[in-house]
C-alpha cells in the first residue's frame, strides 16, 4: 500500500514504473532472450525458425 502512494505523490503510473528488457518476453516460449521484434513480432529466434512459416514469412 504504501509502494502505491509513493507513486501517486512522484505521478508516476505503476505500469510504467517496470520497463526494459525484463519486460519484453517471447510470446511462445517466455524467454527473454534472442527476441525479434521487428514488426511487433516479439518472438526468440529459436520459436520463429518453428513457426516463421506459419506466421507469413518465406524462406529463402
Not at 518476453?25 to 529459436?46: M, N, Q, V
Request: net charge positive; with cysteine; hydrophobic share 30%.
Amino acid at each position: 500500500m504504501a509502494e502505491k502512494e509513493k507513486n501517486k505523490k512522484k505521478g508516476v503510473p505503476l505500469e510504467h514504473k517496470f520497463q526494459g528488457k525484463g519486460m519484453r518476453k517471447c510470446r511462445f516460449c517466455g524467454t527473454a532472450r534472442a527476441l525479434i521484434r521487428s514488426y511487433g513480432l516479439r518472438i526468440c529466434r529459436r520459436c520463429f525458425r518453428e513457426v516463421g512459416e506459419e506466421v507469413g514469412f518465406r524462406k529463402y
